[in-house]
């Protein structure tokens, strides 16, 4: 039977209406098991010898208004291998609760505060935990950033002390899915790597290249020597065949709306106005440029 032996995180962030899990693990796709969460219900880490029904039946009594402390009562209640499991809940009041059973291999353990509940099994050692948490709290910032920083402080900690293999982040905001429709905000995973967490962070920050939205002051105007780059990169490319000349036209702006709706970058790009989001104009000049 899988131990998955994992270091996770479940937490929220109240004022923002975000619940999420962070988890890491020697073992491959440890994010299709560990993490569940609803957006103002909650969220599960379910791990060691992992029970995936706590994932479901969690959240589902904790949508119902049971406290995360009741949900694991009646949890373990009913699992007659309680004690080969750990868990961490956090409710829709920010209230955690984590548990260890007795036979868990060491190192095992957790820790909660108000928001979060962090546990870890076959971990190098206590530390891992407490580097998580002081993570956790010292990081500024919406609650993936969070909750990432706190794996990667486990990670570096030492983390699972058989080795590394996957690492996953789910976070859940009420309409933060694509489009609004659902609560699925933030959702990557690395199966199978020799460095996950690491990797993982590169997915988050690509979701925000992708996704993210830079206020007016981030916003560049694209002309002169910046859009002589573009031009060159879309001719190159063969999006573009008038003059290289800096000067932003119709033509420019189809071809330029062709070549970052290809990209995926048209929710950053303003044709009427002319302008692109700094970061994503960064990034395709140090793809593109030559």
């Known amino acids: 039977m899988p131990r998955f032996s994992t270091f996770s995180i479940a937490a929220c962030d109240l004022e923002e209406k975000t619940w999420g899990v962070a ?31 706590y994932g479901p039946n969690g959240l589902a009594m904790m949508a119902e208004g049971v406290s995360a402390a009741e949900t694991l009562e009646k949890l373990l209640a009913n699992d007659e291998e309680r004690e080969i499991r750990q868990v961490g809940l956090v409710d829709a009041q920010g209230k955690a609760v984590t548990f260890t059973g007795k036979k868990c291999h060491d190192w095992a353990g957790g820790i909660t ?22 993570a956790f709290l010292e990081t500024e910032g919406e609650l993936p950033a969070r909750l990432y920083a706190a794996l990667y402080a486990g990670d570096r900690a030492g983390g699972d002390k058989r080795g590394k293999q996957a690492a996953a982040i789910y976070v859940a905001k009420p309409n933060g899915g694509y489009g609004g429709f659902l609560d699925r905000w ?20 690509l979701h925000e290249l992708y996704m993210g939205k830079s206020p007016e002051s981030e916003r560049a105007q694209l002309q002169g020597d910046i859009l002589i780059d573009l031009q060159k990169i879309m001719a190159h490319l063969g999006y573009y065949q008038p003059s290289i000349d800096g000067i932003y036209n119709e033509t420019v702006a189809e071809s330029l709306s062709s070549f970052l ?8 790009f303003n ?20």
């Open 23 to 53: 988890v890491a693990s020697k073992f491959p796709a440890v994010g299709a098991a560990v993490p569940w969460v609803n957006a103002e219900v909650g969220a599960v880490a379910t791990q060691s010898y992992v029970n995936t029904s």
């Open 271 to 290: 044709p009427k106005e002319g302008w692109l989001d700094q970061p994503v104009l960064d990034y395709l000049l140090k793809k593109f440029k030559k």
């Open 186 to 205: 933030i959702d990557y995973r690395v199966d199978d790597a020799l460095d996950p967490v690491p990797r993982l962070g590169e997915l988050l920050e």
């Open 261 to 268: 709706g290809n990209e995926n970058f048209e929710e950053r």
């Open 113 to 134: 505060g108000p928001g979060y509940a962090i546990q870890g099994n076959i971990l190098a050692g206590a530390n891992v935990v407490q580097e998580m948490e002081s």
